[in-house]
């Protein structure tokens, strides 16, 4: 199932994504990449993955591939700060995970509660 783009906001340089189903390497993959594409990388992003499935978490070798996915990525421009929106305490953890695994290049943390999730997005400095 997708991560759908559901809007854009290119005055304030921010985006909200929705995933929803079962979530593989291969929607993360075509997710970034389209946001690649609409220069998007760079903004600041929701994504509300409350109905969302990790399936990649069930494989590590499609977690080291989501992991090396942004870090190229980011080797080509400024990722911007991601809020995830989860529900479960396993998609919580897999998240945190990604994030350590991540804090030295991309700002990417998961978030229990919507409005937190959005305070602290409207806390990071505005991107270039």
């Known amino acids: 199932m997708p991560i759908?783009?559901?809007?854009?906001?290119?005055?304030?340089k921010e985006l909200d994504a929705l995933a929803f189903g079962p979530i593989r390497y291969m929607e993360i993959e075509k997710h970034l990449i389209e946001e690649r594409n609409i220069e998007g990388?760079?903004?600041?992003?929701?994504?509300d993955?409350?109905?969302?499935g990790l399936i990649f978490a069930l494989n590590p070798s499609e977690i080291r591939q989501v992991v090396a996915l942004v870090r190229n990525l980011c080797d080509q421009c400024?990722?911007?700060p991601t809020a995830i929106l989860v529900v479960t305490d396993t998609a919580f953890g897999i998240m945190r995970a990604i994030e350590m695994l991540l804090d030295d290049v991309a700002e990417i943390r998961p978030f229990r509660d919507e409005r937190l999730a959005r305070s602290w997005l409207a806390s990071k400095a505005d991107p270039i």
């Not at 759908?4 to 304030?12: G, T």
């Not at 990388?41 to 994504?47: N, V």
């Not at 993955?49 to 969302?52: E, F, G, I, L, N």
Request: glycine share 4%; charged share 40%.
């Open 78 to 80: 400024k990722f911007g």
């Open 49 to 52: 993955a409350r109905d969302a």
């Open 4 to 12: 759908l783009i559901q809007k854009i906001d290119r005055e304030y």
């Open 41 to 47: 990388l760079s903004y600041k992003e929701f994504i």
